[in-house]
T-cell receptor, first 112, second 122 residues
């Protein structure tokens, strides 16, 4: 059974801080790892990672994958209150069903 | 494009009542999914439909049924609601991000989510 574990489960920081969110996984036939941001409503897609060591970057957010150690990190620099959200990590293990296995998420709260 | 739409947005049921959650997507996606999200539990897959005409159980299918009515629509039915089914329900469809080199038809994908239905069972 595929398994995705995120840590920490919750985190409170002040504006301007840098945060690192962690995601480890155990899956058969790994295909990709995805990060989502969920504010009050639906999760929205941030990044997809497929290869080790290649950083994906979007503004103040960046992410990297280590396929040997089976984990990924999501970094957010110079945090803002608008970064407050649940960050979800998911893994796709291939196959024709295209299912995703999600972690429980990290609740990030950024205080002014 | 409306993306993925879900109705209703909110619903309150009494134990034993039945209802159907509706989901539709206008992006011509092949695969669709139903999840439930409970505090501290992340997103758990209830049922999915890899393509029109097929449906399969996910991680937590008990107490639910689904119908893939056509390529656009995928509904979730609760036949006899129970308080344990109080949750937020999300429908999603699969968006192809790119093809995998060296494979015949393999693709990288993400799932595009609807706005959710908040269901309370008393």
């Amino acid at each position: 059974e595929d398994k995705v574990v995120q840590s920490p489960l919750s985190l409170v920081v002040h504006e301007g801080d840098t945060v690192t969110l962690n995601c480890s996984y155990e899956v058969t036939n790994f295909r990709s790892l995805l990060w989502y941001k969920q504010e009050k409503k639906a999760p929205t897609f941030l990044f997809m990672l497929t290869s080790s060591g290649i950083e994906k970057k979007s503004g103040r957010l960046s992410s990297i994958l280590d396929k040997k150690e089976l984990f990924s990190i999501l970094n957010i620099t110079a945090t803002q209150t608008g970064d407050s959200a649940i960050y979800l990590c998911a893994v796709n293990s291939g196959g024709s069903n295209y299912k995703l296995t999600f972690g429980k998420g990290t609740l990030l709260t950024v205080n002014p | 494009n409306a993306g993925v739409t879900q109705t209703p947005k909110f619903q309150v049921l009494k134990t034993g009542q039945s209802m159907t959650l509706q989901c539709a997507q206008d992006m011509n996606h092949n695969s669709m999914y139903w999840y439930r999200q409970d505090p501290g539990m992340g997103l758990r897959l209830i049922y999915y439909s890899a393509s029109e005409g097929t449906t399969d159980k996910g991680e937590v299918p008990n107490g639910y049924n689904v119908s893939r009515l056509n390529k656009r629509e995928f509904s979730l039915r609760l036949e006899s609601a129970a308080p344990s089914q109080t949750s937020v329900y999300f429908c999603a469809s699969r968006r192809v991000l790119g093809r995998i080199e060296g494979t015949s038809g393999g693709s990288y994908n993400e799932q595009f989510f609807g706005p959710g239905t908040r269901l309370t069972v008393l």
